[in-house]
């Protein structure tokens, strides 16, 4: 499934920044694959690829993270970033930080992940998952390089199509 916060269509809209809301920050409780945390302020003036998933999520180990992966690898890092966010909703014992770490290693994930803090009320959904509105993982997310929402895919997304999106956003301006 996928929403796109441009409209129907299934690309994003021309740059209009009224028409876009700005994206919301990390909210993390600690980083992985960075030696400091960072901010979406750190990726100003870059295309920001955010893959939010759950290391035991089969959407996520089978198409999400593989197409973060390729993501980094495919375009250069001073024009896209790739961020993981772990957003733990749900089996929160066995998906901790050292679980995590070595899921990390095995897997070969290079690209900063932030460990998405748990909300203070109770509720299984974290804060930066909550703050974007998902709905569950994997889920990509695309910021301008305004830092601006541009689209959000809830599952599997092609990957023609998101290099095309990824193609549309470089092409840009940086400043609004």
Known sequence: MNTLLSGPT???APARNSAHPPAPPITASEWLNTPRPLTLADFRGRVVALEFFQMLCPGC???GLP???EIQRTFDPKLVAVV???SVFEHHAVMTPDA???FTHEYGLTFPIAIDRPANDSAPI???MRAYGLQGTPSLILIDKTGRLRAHH???VSSLQLGAEIGRLLAEPAAA
């Open 154 to 156: 809830f599952g599997a």
């Open 67 to 69: 197409q973060a992966q």
């Open 100 to 102: 995590l770490r070595v």
């Open 10 to 12: 299934s690309a994003p």
């Open 126 to 128: 974290p804060l930066t």
């Open 61 to 63: 180990v089978a198409h």
């Open 84 to 86: 993981g966010v772990h």
